[in-house]
């Protein structure tokens, strides 16, 4: 910790001003997906492992950090206490479990993780799928026809992050089964297998599990619900909740909707889908924070991010404005 970040304690008294307890209580809900053991640069949004424990340690300083499920009931009895957080993880990334998992239990930091039960056990999801193509292709020029674009130098690692990131954003909104068949042509061009252990396996979920935190819902492939038929996202929602539950022996009663923006990802149809599922609340991808008014079904999240502490904890006072 540099001089300027003993300077995060002084903004606890204006979170718990911003935050209080009871009756005006709000809630922030961090989101994270992976946690790497090293800087990577084809991963600029996610933390690494010193990052990662620097920005847990700076939301204990500031923050009472509590389960979701204990949060939303407290919050719906009017009993949250000031400064009230909760952690959260997308996706079921294995390097949630080797990575975050330690830090967080050292921390004593509860947290929650919503799983796409289809890619545990050597899945890759498509965005994982360009970067790790893109991480491998040969320099030189790569063909980018089975992803409809033109084709595109890759010889420094700024260019490979830069064409793959395009590549998402050409693919993104396309319909699943045809994504898959061009990010799989794409794949092809990559001279080694793509890896496999990037999900969690069963037997990692299942350590999180059994180490006390929360496992949640996040349906089974990940698709924009918006995007797909009634029946595949209730089959989405609900499955997915019963394959977890067979995993882990217990009930899943948190959800979160892929990507989660509502109106443009999913609709009041697919909440309602998410409460029949037998679900008892949802996230969404909605910036700010809840309160005793709001929706326990679009609870809002957001995800903190900046290089040092201090900035990064004005960033967590500032979701609270
Ligand atoms: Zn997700």
Redesign the pocket.
């Known amino acids: 910790m540099n001089i300027a970040d003993s300077a995060i304690p002084l903004l606890r008294p204006l979170a718990g001003l911003l935050s209080p307890s009871g009756l005006r209580a709000c809630l922030s809900i961090l989101i994270f997906h992976r946690v790497v053991p090293e800087p990577d640069p084809f991963l600029p949004g996610d933390p690494d492992a010193a990052r990662f424990r620097w920005q847990m340690q700076t939301v204990a300083r500031l923050f009472n950090v509590l389960p979701l499920s204990e949060a939303v009931a407290r919050l719906a009895d009017q009993t949250l206490p000031p400064r009230a957080a909760c952690i959260t993880f997308?996706?079921g990334y294995a390097d949630n479990v080797e990575v975050a998992l330690p830090i967080l239990s050292e921390l004593k930091l509860p947290a929650t993780f919503f799983i796409?039960v289809g890619y545990v056990n050597g899945g890759i999801m498509f965005n994982d799928q360009i970067l790790e193509t893109l991480r491998r292709v040969p320099a030189g020029e790569v063909d980018l026809r089975c992803v409809g674009l033109p084709p595109e130098s890759v010889d420094t690692m700024a260019q490979r992050y830069a064409v793959a990131a395009k590549i998402i954003r050409a693919v993104k909104h396309l319909d699943a089964a045809e994504r898959e068949d061009r990010v799989q042509a794409l794949a092809e061009q990559s001279p080694e297998p793509l890896p496999t252990d990037l999900m969690m396996t069963t037997a990692q979920l299942q350590r999180l599990a059994n180490s006390g935190m929360e496992i949640g819902g996040?349906t089974q492939t990940?698709p924009i619900l918006m995007s797909i038929a009634d029946n595949q996202a209730c089959e989405e929602i609900a499955g997915g909740r019963e394959i977890l539950q067979s995993w882990l022996g217990q009930p899943v009663r948190l959800f979160?909707y892929?990507?989660g923006k509502p109106g443009q990802d999913y609709a009041p149809r697919h909440v309602d889908m998410v409460r029949e599922a037998g679900f008892t609340a949802a996230v969404s991808t909605v910036p700010g924070v809840s309160t005793h008014h709001s929706d326990k079904w679009q609870l809002a999240r957001f995800t903190p991010w900046d290089t040092t502490p201090l900035r990064f904890a004005a960033k967590l006072v500032r979701n609270l404005t």
Do not use: T
Request: glycine content about 0%.
């Open positions: 997308d996706d796409a996040h990940h979160a892929p990507n």
